[in-house]
């Protein structure tokens, strides 16, 4: 079989680029990843207990985009879902994001938005200019909630201080003078009905589409025999590094499965404390399985690993620009995805870059 197109990475970027290849302008497509399944980092299955996790850690599904919800409808079905998260901290679960039921449960004040604003507007520092992630919550509530909620997770998640990471890394989370206690603000908030990976399955599905699990970039035998490469790994290990390997956040997940129905009040509960791990996820709670057992997972942040995070500063930043000038250099291959464009993109902006990727890809056979 000849091909046109050689993918690499069968995640949301990979996987989306080479279906509108395939449906839109039949083109033939090989979508090679090194892994021994397809979905990227949002892969999902049943465990040994039959109950549904993702082994890279909680995914949840929320965007938006109307273009990216249109998209992807071709290939699933949803299921509402509204994601909600305590954060544990000297020893009570309290609503996170912050909104008043924070502020209630941390302070016994029963404030309406308007007296939220105002205990806000008392508290926050007065800064001329947010320039990193310290910054940008101290600058809206003060140190004290600071302090409480986002210093320590920041610290144990990174390996470094909020002061060190871009304003746009907890300026993530959104903070709220309502009771919405909702962890993301989208307006389309739901998973796929019968999973990431069902969906991914979906997609690839395509007569023009040939997939090769267990398969590295680097050991595909003549590359040149496609006219065009698209590549979603991590841009550095691409360039054999040769500015220096780009800095990475990887995690540890360590999975538990309990014999009863329910571990936990909501999916997710943060840590921001002295535990080693980050946050505990209990899937039963995403997914709306329903199962006498349920299976939970905790996130131990590493330096080293698998490439989870782009860590958001100015100076990977600067590593990064040289990559991507030598990307921009590099004929016939288009560079795509969280790793390849090194930005802490949800799924969703994968999926909007990988569309607006794939409409280069198009313009340019037609021109
Ligand atoms: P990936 O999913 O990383 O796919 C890249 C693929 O390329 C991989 O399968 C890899 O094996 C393959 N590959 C790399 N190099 C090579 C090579 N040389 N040869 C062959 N194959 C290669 N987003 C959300 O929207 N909501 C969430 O709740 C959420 N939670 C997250 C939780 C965690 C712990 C993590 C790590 C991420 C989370 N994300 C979430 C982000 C989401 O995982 C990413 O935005 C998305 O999966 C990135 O898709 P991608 O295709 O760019 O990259
Ligand atoms: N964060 C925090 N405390 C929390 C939740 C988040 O300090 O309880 C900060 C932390 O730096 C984290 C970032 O906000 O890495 C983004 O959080 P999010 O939950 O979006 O992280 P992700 O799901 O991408 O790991």
Redesign the pocket.
């Known amino acids: 079989m000849t091909y046109d197109y050689l993918v690499v990475g069968a995640g949301f970027a990979g996987s989306t680029v080479a279906e509108r290849l395939a449906s839109q302008c039949g083109r033939r497509v090989l979508v090679v990843d090194a892994r021994d399944h397809v979905g990227g980092n949002a892969y999902d299955h049943l465990d040994e207990h039959g109950i549904r996790v993702h082994r890279y850690g909680p995914h949840v599904f929320h965007t938006s985009s109307d273009r990216v919800v249109r998209y992807l409808s071709a290939f699933t079905a949803w299921r509402p879902y509204e994601h909600r998260?305590l954060?544990h901290v000297e020893g009570r679960d309290v609503a996170?994001p912050i909104c008043s039921r924070t502020i209630a449960a941390l302070y016994g004040l029963d404030l309406g938005p308007a007296e939220m604003a105002a205990f806000f507007e008392e508290r926050r520092e007065k800064l001329a200019r947010v320039r990193n992630?310290e910054d940008a919550i101290v600058a809206r509530v003060g140190r004290e909630l600071y302090d409480l909620?986002?210093a320590g997770?920041?610290r144990k998640?990174?390996g470094l201080d909020?002061r060190e990471?871009d304003a746009s890394?907890?300026g993530?989370?959104p903070i709220r003078t309502s009771r919405d206690d909702r962890?993301f603000s989208d307006s389309f908030q739901a998973m796929p009905r019968d999973g990431f990976t069902a969906m991914f399955e979906r997609m690839l599905a395509h007569p023009k589409i040939d997939v090769a699990l267990g398969t590295r970039f680097e050991d595909v035998a003549d590359r040149e025999r496609f006219d065009r490469v698209v590549y979603t790994g991590p841009i550095d290990a691409y360039f054999g590094y040769r500015f220096g390997a780009l800095p990475y956040r990887s995690l540890e997940f360590q999975f538990e499965t309990h014999p009863i129905e329910r571990y936990q009040r909501t999916a997710v509960v943060?840590y921001?404390g002295a535990e080693p791990y980050t946050r505990v996820s209990e899937f039963k709670h995403i997914t709306g399985q329903e199962h006498p057992h349920t299976t939970i997972v905790r996130e131990f942040p590493r330096a080293t690993g698998e490439p989870y995070?782009p860590i958001p500063r100015a100076e990977n930043r600067a590593l990064y620009e040289k990559y991507a000038a030598c990307a921009a250099a590099e004929n016939n291959v288009t560079f795509v995805g969280r790793l390849a464009e090194y930005r802490?993109y949800n799924m969703d902006q994968v999926v909007a870059s990988a569309l607006a990727t794939f409409e280069e890809l198009a313009a340019e056979r037609v021109a």
Do not use: D, E, K
Request: with cysteine; glycine share 0%; net charge positive.
């Open positions: 998260v954060s996170m992630s909620l986002f997770y920041t998640q990174w909020a990471l890394v907890c993530r989370i962890y943060n921001p995070y802490y």
